[in-house]
């Protein structure tokens, strides 16, 4: 007699990335943060209404990886492009995926004016204090003391300033209905930055405004550090920084945690 | 009992739709032409001397359910259009030169992502802040690209109200068959004139050509990208072959230039926009003296009527140049031109805008060949 077999699918590739390789170096948090954007947008249906627009830094081949649509803008502008979309195709879902030297650097006046005007946009912002892809320079974000090979002797404020904390600034925006910091460097912190990435996709459905989610994200290769190592200084000295948690929610959800 | 309280006074809309030949400013001529060629988004931030055209649209585009942004700046501008492009809508933004100087970047990445999208340059005065005077000293700019890489963007010249209407249908029917942006490149004086127009109707904006790269969600279809970022120097090379491909075409297609009186002249002026309206003005007085001049006007900058001026120089002796910079279409006519008909330059920078008597005295001046005013060019 044919013994019947019943398999349940317990875990798989989300739709929402394409079965391809990434170039992100080991132990990278760029791969944890798309997995869950896609499995967000798988959950909540909506790849196939999604446009997305990655930034110019490490996550600019990110087109190659999601499987939605996706529009290149340049150095800074990814939320000034989501705006133009986002205003012709209400009905469409629209997200930016930025680093800190996109989004807080040189992009800032367009972040912040995003924010400010409330658009629909849901943006994800990856933090990890260094210029990944063009090779470990100074970031706006990058920590007092932390070198980078244009602060070769460390962060000094008075020579480079303070790291920025651009979630702050935002929060001040009327338009921004919903900013929370996360890490990606603990079970706990990644099942927390998924509910995040979840609750920001529901202010753009829910059209109360401008939500960001900021991802506290190992950046080994350029902090010269191994991915445990890399790890274990997020959790221990970038937090430090950039504390973790709600930093602005307007949205008047109720929040089960 | 209190009295009520005096209203606040109502703001008269800048719109007017008209539906017959009326008298209107430049800068809202655009705006009008605009949205009733299907314009549905527009962004832009402020600078003289072309603000009327986004107080305009900022009430119009609301009446047509379309969107109107005032940026943060025009870089933030011209990027809100390369996502609303992306998006498949018909977009556009305007400025004066400094601040197209800011949206080449933008310019260069639509050139490169190939979106099509329509830029209003009405020019003034530079480098730098320079003055809010005509100007036409962003011509290399306009016609060499402008921003970084390897590529042109078409030019349109009008010279007049009804030729802004004209042109920005044109305009957004060039960008959407060649998927790229287009310039519509006025001066200062273009932007604030007023003169009597005929509007066509509205297009139809659901029988325009279907475009079947727009993003809008992968619902049926594979999800698409839209970048220019190509790391492999092989399939870089093979876009920017395929960009030059389009620019052959563009080059062979959409030459566009007005003569004037030329069948009989003996020396021809070259200008376009409003120098090329002065420079009419000098030509009927003069042949009302009996000379035979006669006008080529370049609509199209680039692609510049580069065979029909060269076809000209072969006719006439003399080619006299005017232009309200210190010669930059001059480089173009020289290309055209070569050594089969003398050259003569005329060139006022800064904003000032001259009579048609002292432009016929320099047309008089290259007629004589006596360099008293402006310059022989010596190819």
Known sequence: MKEEVAYQKVFGRPESLKPAPTHYCPGCGHSIAHRLVAECLDEMGLREITIGVPPVGCAVLAYNYFNFDMVEAPHGRALAVATGIKRVKPDRFVISYQGDGDLAAIGTAETIHCANRGEEISAIFINNAIYGMTGGQMAPTTLLGQEATTAPMGRDAKLHGHPIDISRMLAICDGAVYIERCTLTSIKQIRQAKKAIRKSFQCQLDHLGFSLVELLSPCPTNWKLSPKEAFAWVNEVMTKTYPIGVIKDTTGYEDKR | ?379
């Open chain 2, 1 to 379: 009992m209190p009295s009520a309280l005096p209203s606040a006074p109502k703001l008269q809309s800048r719109c007017t739709v008209p539906s017959e030949k009326m008298l209107m400013r430049g800068s809202h001529v655009v705006g009008e032409a605009a949205v009733r060629a299907g314009c549905r988004f527009y962004a832009g931030y402020p600078i003289t001397p072309q603000n009327e055209l986004p107080e305009y649209l900022s009430a119009r585009m609301v009446e047509v359910g379309g969107t109107f942004i005032q940026g943060e700046s025009e870089i933030a501008s011209i990027n809100m259009v390369l996502g609303a492009s992306a998006a498949g809508a018909r977009a556009m933004t305007s400025s004066s030169s400094p601040g197209i100087a800011l949206k080449q970047e933008g310019i260069s990445y639509l050139a490169g992502q190939e979106l099509p999208a329509v830029v209003v340059n009405m020019m003034r005065g530079g480098p730098g802040l320079g003055n809010i005077a005509p100007s036409g000293a962003d011509y290399f700019q306009a016609t060499r690209g402008g921003g970084n890489g390897d590529y042109r963007t078409p030019v349109l010249a009008p010279a007049g109200c009804q030729e802004l209407v004209d042109m920005t249908f044109l305009a957004f029917d060039l960008g959407d068959k060649y998927r790229t942006p287009v310039m519509i490149l006025g001066d200062g004086l273009m932007g604030q004139v007023m003169e009597p127009v005929v509007f066509p109707d509205f297009l139809d904006l659901n029988a325009l050509p279907e475009k079947e790269w727009v993003l809008d969600g992968c619902k049926g279809r594979e999800p698409r990208a839209i970048y220019s970022m190509i790391l492999n120097v092989n399939l870089m090379h093979q876009h920017n072959l395929h960009l030059q491909e389009k620019c052959d075409l563009i080059t062979a297609q959409e030459q566009r230039w007005e003569t004037v009186q030329t069948d009989d002249a003996e020396i021809v002026v070259v200008a376009y926009g409003t120098a090329a309206r002065i420079a009419e003005s000098a030509m009927e007085e003069l042949r009302g003296e009996g000379m035979p001049v006669g006008l080529f006007r370049p609509i199209t900058l680039w692609p510049y009527p580069t065979p029909a001026l060269r076809g000209m120089a072969e006719r006439v002796k003399k080619i006299a140049v005017f232009e309200f910079c210190l010669g930059q279409m001059l480089e173009d006519v020289i290309l055209s031109v070569g050594n089969r008909a003398e050259i003569y330059f005329y060139g006022l920078p800064g904003g000032i805008v001259p009579t048609p008597a002292e432009v016929g005295e320099f047309i008089k001046s290259a007629a004589r060949g006596d360099g008293k005013i402006g310059r022989r060019i010596e190819v």
